[in-house]
């Protein structure tokens, strides 16, 4: 028996472009008839020939999800990637192609879909229940834990529509990860929380995810879309442009999106890329004697040069540093090694700045050749070691011992 549990094959959606028009009453409609008699009959989103005009919000996409993958779909705004959520949802039905979903879904495409506002949360958890096929008591056994995890406790009985866009987001994405879905689609809702929140929820998909669910989770945060899937599918213009195991993917959505032209820097040089060796973007296994090659291509030679350096945490704070002076980089393709004998970073992914300067005979200034960010970001993937609390750890992975004993001084 195949353990695919998701398969999309040449799946298009098509909309007609133009406004819904809205309700009118049958004085107004004899009105507008006397006054323009012939406009009653012109379609909306129509060109100046009276032919509907379309858009193909998706168009030919095909891809596959096995159980218990964890599926990262990332692109820009518009790009299709809700479309065909709904497309698995039922939300929609595909204009062209088809899709095949297996096992019991919960979807969370949108703050508080599903619920009814005149109820109450406690009325809506036990609806979203019933939609998604449980019992009374199945869903009785995970409602306080719910709540809990929504910290909605005191409001449960309040009617949904008093709620805040921020606990209908909560409840909501409780009921989504706790009446354990085979199945779990996550649109871009994390977002509307606090960090402390989109923490929580990471964490609590991490768990669905371990637990053998599958996941498809459409995020603008790379570093959340790294840190939970395995893979990724970059929508772009309604069609897949890549997809592949998530460092892939997510590298060549970051180039495109910091490089859409690939044609940065002056006509001196530029920066083509960096690895680490064997590992790419992604520091493992400690962080001792650690190796950054940057590919650059230079038109012209530089004789006495700058190159910099610098880490950034996710809110552009300068972790660490470094500036070499005098240097000497031939015309063509060259690579700058940066040897650092230990990054105890804690876990997270962080921004690499490069920086080459031609200086000449001037040691202050001189010319930039290029400031590049570097694609991929650095992906720090090391054990904790320092604290259990992010927020508590600070920016520094390193190891320490405790020991007690009985105070002398007393």
Known sequence: MSDLAIRGEGLGKRYRIGQQERYLALRDILARSLKAPWGLLRANGS?????????WALKDVSFEVREGEVVGIIGRNGAGKTT??????????????????????GSLLEVGTGFHPELTGRENVYLSGAILGMGKKEIGRKFDEIVA???????????LKYYSTGMQMRLAFAVAAHLEPEILLVDEVLAVGDLDFQKKCLGKMSDVAKGGRTILFVSHQMNQVRRLCERAIWVDAGRIRAAGPVGEAVAAYEAFVMNPDKDHGNSQGCFLGWAIPGQGNVLRNGAKDLAMHFVLRLNEPIVRGHFGVE??????????GWGFDGIEIRPGPQELVLRVPQLPL??????LLCSLFDRGNNMTGGRLIE??????PLTVDTTPVAHPQDRWCGFLNIPAQLETG?????
Not at 84 to 105: Q, S
Not at 149 to 159: G, I, M, R, Y
Not at 312 to 320: A, C, D, K, P, Q
Not at 406 to 410: D, G, Q
């Open 311 to 320: 880490i950034l945490s996710e809110r552009n704070v300068v972790v660490v």
């Open 149 to 159: 995890f929504a910290e909605v406790d005191k409001f449960v009985d309040t009617p």
């Open 371 to 376: 400031q590049w960010y570097a694609v991929p």
């Open 84 to 105: 065909l959520l709904k497309i698995l949802a039922r939300v929609t039905r595909p204009t062209e192609g088809c899709a095949e979903v297996r096992g019991r879904m």
């Open 406 to 410: 009985s105070s002398k001084r007393a």
């Open 346 to 351: 804690r876990p997270g992914a962080y921004s």
């Open 47 to 55: 060109d100046s020939n009276h032919r509907p005009q379309h858009i």
